[in-house]
């Protein structure tokens, strides 16, 4: 097979038009070409009255077509050259009755994307793994997060964070990363999703997403696949304990009292189990402290995205609902960005502590609510976070948790109670304006939240929203994105508080074998562990771990010392 980048064709080519070009591009006689695929499409915008499309395509030559000659002629064309081999395939398999000597089997706590693909790949090799999850499955904690949307009841081990298919289930379903990904395991990701009744486009398009609702039935299609490999998911199995014995795991205890005695523990967490970060934290484990991002979610018509991003070409099928990527260095030297962009979306509550409230991005995968939204959201560090819990000694790997539901907290009480999330329009917030000048109706733009949105003051002295540094560079940051984005700072868009867990506050070292540093048979991973960012690089972190343990265990049937 032969690949060709960088293939461009405008926007409304008709379909022949790709196959001639690729024909064109081999300098081959139409009939020497048997057959191509397209293995990504994605688009150039920048120029919106001429927008292409970029094609990527492997291509089969016919029968007696000499390959190794063709691509000797085109040495110096940089977008010619062999198709790599994409396919996955297992590190190993573990031989029959593996098991039958009483053998501890692999335990992984948490099924979100890295634990799904962390289990699935151990499957995969017959290492019969045991999942333990806090939450419910996937249409249970489906109802329980519904219940907080229109009641206001919260579920604290059943909600956006907690469940089957974790955080990433309740999002825009993103399945793109920016990763290195030289081994193409983000291809196995994505194959398996298919398999699992994704859209196959998913394969082929730039930037591939599915939406909650086709997540939840893919979910529970994964988990099929597990358990028919010898697989155990067991539900509302909260860990409360970890066994370590002269630095060696060797067990879990649940909140029931079960203890299930294991020598190997994949810590798929999420980014949200603060207590288990804090029982790890204090059996020793190691952490550390690491950045993340705090600000708010901004809404605006999707129409005025379309036309700011695609012009005349809004609408168009093949481009769908445009989406940004912004960044802003404000003056105080604070970097300002978009985060978790979500078209034809809507702003979800994302708690799952008591009287907090927290703000992510979601949507569909047709993508067709009437508001954009995304994450305005500025970086903040540990040396940030501990001075603003007025400490003066070192940092705990644990401040940051303790900095967020600060704001989690002030953002509930702002917003009046009932999980209500404080907001107010992008006018008023970058007058900053007070009190009676604050404006208490909605525009042209009618936030998505539920329970509901509450406007007020997000800057008010001493009852700000978010740390002051942290306003004032947002405030900067949206008329400059006026700049790139024509009706960004439009005076009605909404701003929706807060905007907290971006990413975990802490990381869990680990070493080049994926063990953690000073634990042995602990292996974190994905997102909580510190390791990730999103669905695709949480799924492949998930793969890498699995690898890593099957290694260990099927090396002469190793059995931990």
């Given at each position: 097979?032969?690949?060709?980048?960088?293939?461009?064709?405008?926007?409304?080519?008709?379909?022949?038009?790709?196959?001639?070009?690729?024909?064109?591009?081999?300098?081959?006689?139409?009939?020497?070409?048997?057959?191509?695929?397209?293995?990504?499409?994605?688009?150039?915008?920048?120029?919106?009255?001429?927008?292409?499309?970029?094609?990527?395509?492997?291509?089969?030559?016919?029968?007696?077509?000499?390959?190794?000659?063709?691509?000797a002629r085109h040495a110096g064309d940089a977008h010619v050259r062999p198709s790599p081999d994409t396919r996955y395939r297992l590190v190993g398999e573990a031989p029959a009755g593996f098991y039958g000597s009483g053998r501890p089997r692999p335990v992984v706590i948490g099924f979100g994307p890295c634990g799904i693909f962390a289990a699935l790949v151990l499957a995969q090799m017959g290492l019969r793994p045991i999942v333990l999850e806090r939450g419910k499955t996937?249409?249970?904690?489906?109802?329980?997060?519904?219940?907080?949307?229109?009641?206001?009841?919260?579920?604290?081990?059943?909600?956006?964070?907690?469940?089957?298919?974790?955080?990433?289930?309740?999002?825009?379903?993103?399945?793109?990363?920016?990763?290195?990904?030289?081994?193409?395991?983000?291809?196995?990701?994505?194959?398996?999703?298919?398999?699992?009744?994704?859209?196959?486009?998913?394969?082929?398009?730039?930037?591939?997403?599915?939406?909650?609702?086709?997540?939840?039935?893919?979910?529970?299609?994964?988990?099929?696949?597990?358990?028919?490999?010898?697989?155990?998911?067991?539900?509302?199995?909260?860990?409360?304990?970890?066994?370590?014995?002269?630095?060696?795991?060797?067990?879990?205890?649940?909140?029931?009292?079960?203890?299930?005695?294991?020598?190997?523990?994949?810590?798929?967490?999420?980014?949200?189990?603060?207590?288990?970060?804090?029982?790890?934290?204090?059996?020793?484990?190691?952490?550390?402290?690491?950045?993340?991002?705090?600000?708010?979610?901004?809404?605006?018509?999707?129409?005025?995205?379309?036309?700011?991003?695609?012009?005349?070409?809004?609408?168009?099928?093949?481009?769908?609902?445009?989406?940004?990527?912004?960044?802003?260095?404000?003056?105080?030297?604070?970097?300002?960005?978009?985060?978790?962009?979500?078209?034809?979306?809507?702003?979800?509550?994302?708690?799952?502590?008591?009287?907090?409230?927290?703000?992510?991005?979601?949507?569909?995968?047709?993508?067709?609510?009437?508001?954009?939204?995304?994450?305005?959201?500025?970086?903040?560090?540990?040396?940030?976070?501990?001075?603003?819990?007025?400490?003066?000694?070192?940092?705990?790997?644990?401040?940051?948790?303790?900095?967020?539901?600060?704001?989690?907290?002030?953002?509930?009480?702002?917003?009046?109670?009932?999980?209500?999330?404080?907001?107010?329009?992008?006018?008023?917030?970058?007058?900053?304006?007070?009190?009676?000048?604050?404006?208490?109706?909605?525009?042209?733009?009618?936030?998505?939240?539920?329970?509901?949105?509450?406007?007020?003051?997000?800057?008010?002295?001493?009852?700000?929203?978010?740390?002051?540094?942290?306003?004032?560079?947002?405030?900067?940051?949206?008329?400059?994105?006026?700049?790139?984005?024509?009706?960004?700072?439009?005076?009605?868009?909404?701003?929706?508080?807060?905007?907290?867990?971006?990413?975990?506050?802490?990381?869990?070292?680990?070493?080049?074998?994926?063990?953690?540093?000073?634990?042995?048979?602990?292996?974190?991973?994905?997102?909580?562990?510190?390791?990730?960012?999103?669905?695709?690089?949480?799924?492949?972190?998930?793969?890498?771990?699995?690898?890593?343990?099957?290694?260990?265990?099927?090396?002469?049937?190793?059995?931990?010392?």
């Amino acid at each position: 097979m032969i690949r060709i980048t960088e293939l461009r064709l405008p926007l409304d080519h008709p379909e022949a038009a790709l196959r001639a070009a690729v024909v064109q591009r081999l300098g081959l006689p139409e009939h020497e070409l048997a057959e191509f695929t397209v293995f990504r499409r994605a688009y150039d915008a920048r120029k919106k009255t001429a927008i292409v499309l970029i094609y990527t395509v492997d291509c089969r030559l016919a029968d007696g077509v000499d390959e190794a000659a063709l691509l000797a002629r085109h040495a110096g064309d940089a977008h010619v050259r062999p198709s790599p081999d994409t396919r996955y395939r297992l590190v190993g398999e573990a031989p029959a009755g593996f098991y039958g000597s009483g053998r501890p089997r692999p335990v992984v706590i948490g099924f979100g994307p890295c634990g799904i693909f962390a289990a699935l790949v151990l499957a995969q090799m017959g290492l019969r793994p045991i999942v333990l999850e806090r939450g419910k499955t996937v249409r249970e904690r489906t109802q329980d997060t519904w219940g907080l949307w229109r009641k206001g009841v919260l579920h604290p081990e059943s909600n956006v964070q907690f469940g089957e298919g974790g955080a990433g289930t309740f999002s825009d379903g993103k399945l793109w990363s920016q990763i290195s990904d030289p081994r193409h395991l983000t291809r196995k990701v994505l194959t398996e999703f298919v398999k699992a009744g994704a859209p196959e486009e998913i394969l082929y398009v730039s930037k591939p997403h599915i939406g909650t609702f086709r997540l939840v039935s893919m979910v529970e299609k994964i988990r099929a696949d597990i358990e028919s490999l010898g697989g155990e998911i067991r539900f509302q199995q909260k860990v409360t304990d970890l066994h370590i014995e002269a630095g060696q795991v060797r067990g879990v205890t649940l909140a029931d009292g079960t203890q299930i005695d294991t020598d190997h523990v994949v810590l798929a967490l999420g980014h949200s189990a603060r207590d288990t970060f804090t029982m790890l934290h204090g059996r020793g484990v190691a952490m550390l402290a690491k950045p993340f991002s705090v600000g708010f979610r901004i809404e605006h018509p999707q129409g005025v995205i379309d036309r700011a991003r695609f012009g005349a070409h809004a609408g168009h099928p093949l481009l769908g609902a445009a989406d940004y990527k912004l960044v802003h260095h404000a003056k105080n030297g604070r970097s300002v960005y978009s985060f978790c962009m979500c078209p034809g979306g809507t702003v979800v509550a994302a708690t799952s502590e008591p009287e907090r409230v927290v703000t992510n991005g979601m949507s569909q995968y047709s993508r067709n609510e009437r508001n954009a939204n995304a994450g305005i959201v500025v970086g903040i560090s540990p040396d940030d976070y501990r001075q603003d819990a007025g400490g003066s000694g070192p940092v705990s790997p644990l401040d940051g948790m303790a900095f967020q539901r600060v704001w989690e907290s002030r953002a509930y009480e702002l917003g009046g109670g009932g999980y209500r999330a404080p907001g107010q329009l992008v006018g008023d917030f970058i007058a900053g304006r007070h009190g009676a000048a604050v404006t208490r109706d909605f525009g042209t733009v009618l936030p998505s939240y539920k329970p509901g949105v509450h406007l007020t003051d997000l800057n008010e002295p001493g009852r700000e929203s978010l740390p002051p540094y942290v306003l004032e560079a947002i405030r900067e940051a949206l008329p400059a994105f006026e700049r790139q984005i024509r009706g960004f700072s439009m005076a009605d868009a909404v701003l929706t508080g807060v905007e907290t867990r971006t990413s975990s506050p802490l990381r869990i070292p680990r070493g080049p074998d994926y063990q953690c540093v000073n634990v042995k048979g602990l292996y974190p991973a994905g997102e909580g562990a510190g390791y990730a960012g999103g669905i695709m690089s949480a799924g492949v972190d998930g793969i890498e771990v699995a690898e890593a343990l099957g290694r260990h265990l099927l090396q002469a049937g190793a059995v931990p010392a």
